[in-house]
């Protein structure tokens, strides 16, 4: 089968799981969205994934999502995202891309997030210090990608 994986990232962690994922799925092919705009027809499975910030999908991703909308119908198809409050996955999903590709979608979930707060600049950096403390607050004390769910994701597409 072959894979397409696209992503965008801002600060470096969806491209990082991204890659992880690919060393995981046979005859795939990373795409960074935010770089290029693949041909869809070479490929009979897509999986985007993307970061999430303030509740939102990276533009890059989202575009991508809605352009190519038509041609997803007609493939297998999976997403993911990479943030740091896991528990509102769910929500992100649906908030960011069409219920049917969701419906028909082979896997989804998410991988996880950190807060690289060296690759944040102005207004980002100052929110991300505060998404952090309130990171550490929560159940799960530590941010932090997670290699478990990129596994089970990339079971689901074998």
Do not use: W
């Not at 801002?10 to 990082?16: C, F, I, L, N, R």
């Not at 005859?27 to 770089?35: E, F, P, S």
């Not at 102005?122 to 159940?139: C, H, P, Q, W, Y």
């Amino acid at each position: 089968m072959n894979v397409l994986i696209a992503y965008a990232s801002k600060t470096g962690t969806t491209a990082k799981c991204a890659k992880i994922l690919k060393a995981l799925v046979d005859d795939a092919t990373l795409c960074d969205l935010t770089k290029e705009k693949p041909d869809l027809s070479q490929y009979n499975c897509v999986i985007v994934g993307g970061s999430i910030r303030m509740g939102a999908l990276h533009k890059a991703s989202k575009n991508f999502i809605l352009r190519n909308k038509e041609t997803l119908m007609r493939k297998k198809c999976a997403f993911f995202t990479c943030n740091c409050f896991t528990g509102q996955t769910d929500m992100y999903m649906k908030k960011n891309i069409p219920g049917e590709l969701l419906k028909k979608a082979i896997a989804t979930g998410s991988f996880g997030g950190e807060i690289p707060l060296e690759a944040q600049k102005g207004f980002d950096k100052l929110i991300m210090k505060l998404v952090a403390k309130r990171g550490t607050r929560s159940e799960n004390a530590k941010l932090h990608t997670s290699s478990e769910a990129i596994n089970k994701f990339a079971e689901k597409i074998r």
